[in-house]
C-alpha cells in the first residue's frame, strides 16, 4: 500500500510560482503530477520513473519541473510562470510498474489533491 499526501497549494497571481510536494510511503516505480479543472477530464501534467527519466505535458514544458528526494520520499512540482490556465486541482500519483505516458490506468495510488488557483 502507497500513501500519498499532496501540500503546497494555494493561489497566486499569473506569472507566479508554487512548489508542490507530495509526501509518499511504500515504494513505486513511477510516479506522476496530474491535474484537474472544473468540468474537465484529469490529464497527466508530468511524471517522472524510477530511473530519473521525465516527461511533460506540452503546456507546461519549459515552465514546471518535476523531481524527487528519494532520502526524504517526496515528490515535487515546481511550478513556474503559471497561468490563469494552471488552475486546477493537483493530485499525485503512484504507479507500481513501467511507467509508459500519462495513461490513468498505469497509476494504482492517488492522493487526495492540492487546489492550484492562478488569478489573471
Known amino acids: 500500500q502507497v500513501q500519498l499526501v499532496e501540500s503546497g497549494g494555494g493561489s497566486v497571481q499569473a506569472g507566479g510560482s508554487l512548489t508542490l510536494s507530495c509526501a509518499t510511503s511504500g515504494h513505486s516505480y513511477c510516479m506522476g503530477w496530474f491535474r484537474q479543472a472544473p468540468d474537465k477530464e484529469r490529464e497527466g501534467v508530468a511524471r517522472?520513473?524510477?530511473?530519473?527519466?521525465?516527461i511533460y505535458t506540452d503546456s507546461v514544458k519549459g515552465r514546471f519541473t518535476i523531481s524527487k528526494d528519494n532520502a526524504k520520499n517526496t515528490l515535487y512540482l515546481q511550478m513556474n510562470s503559471l497561468k490563469p490556465e494552471d488552475t486546477a486541482m493537483y493530485y499525485c500519483?503512484?504507479?507500481?510498474?513501467?511507467?509508459?505516458?500519462?495513461?490513468?490506468?498505469?497509476?494504482?495510488?492517488w492522493g487526495q489533491g492540492t487546489q492550484v488557483t492562478v488569478s489573471s
Open positions: 517522472i520513473d524510477g530511473d530519473g527519466r521525465t
Open positions: 500519483a503512484a504507479g507500481l510498474y513501467a511507467c509508459g505516458g500519462f495513461q490513468l490506468w498505469r497509476y494504482n495510488y
